[in-house]
Every structure is written in C-alpha cells, then in structure tokens.
C-alpha cells in the first residue's frame, strides 16, 4: 500500500522552529519528487515547496523563501520540511505528497497524499 505519513508538528511561538518529515511506506521515493503543502482554515491547500529526484527545490509561495527549506534522505524514504521563523500565518495542516514525474510542476500532478501534520503558531 502507497502511504505517506507526516509528523513534527506541533504548537510553537512566533520566531521559533519545527521540522517536519514525510515518510514513505510502501514505495520507494527515490524517482519521485514530493512536495509540501498547507491548508489553513476556511482556505485552500497551498503549495509551499517541492523538492525534485535530483534534489532541486521550487518553492511555490514566497511567504515562505528564507525561512522554509526541504529536503530529502532517500536511504530513509523520507523528505523534510525546516521551518524557521514561524509566524501566525503558518499555522495549518501540512500535507506531504508525491508527483507522478521527477521534476517539481503542478499541485495537479500530486498523488497519495498524507494526512497531514497541524502546525499552529501562538503565543
């Protein structure tokens, strides 16, 4: 069975860290690239960042450049998300999935998601 798993959310205050990770079952993540995504409450899933086979990064929003980065230990069929300087505005579910192709493109080319991991940012 195709499974993704998140965890390493949490609650956290404004300015610090978390890191999440994003396991594979089932599969090998090796040819895949695998990208990041959040929902916040009453919005859409957003794309965060996406990291390729060959380890290049796209980073779908730019709230998060210089703050967030991914990625990725094949050997352990699992793929990271660094989170530093959290604000309020991060607070969400994060979703970790796999794109049917290698490369990073379109939130339509993203299968077998997780069930996601809840960050909430507060004081």
């Known amino acids: 069975q195709v499974q993704l798993v998140e965890s390493g959310g949490g609650l956290v205050q404004p300015g610090g860290s978390l890191r999440l990770s994003c396991a594979a079952s089932?599969?090998?993540?090796?040819?895949?690239?695998i990208g990041w995504f959040r929902q916040a409450p009453g919005k859409e899933r957003e794309g965060i960042l996406c990291?390729?086979?060959?380890?290049?990064?796209?980073y779908y929003t730019d709230s998060v450049k210089g703050r967030f980065t991914i990625s990725r230990n094949d050997a352990k069929d699992t793929v990271y998300l660094q989170m530093n300087s959290l604000k309020p505005e991060d607070t969400a579910v994060y979703f970790c999935?796999?794109?049917?192709?290698?490369?990073?493109?379109?939130?339509?080319?993203?299968?077998?998601w997780g069930q996601g991991t809840q960050v909430t940012v507060s004081s």
């Open positions: 999935a796999t794109s049917i192709y290698y490369y990073c493109s379109g939130y339509t080319d993203f299968f077998s």
């Open positions: 990291i390729s086979s060959s380890e290049g990064t796209t």
């Open positions: 089932g599969f090998t993540l090796d040819y895949y690239a």
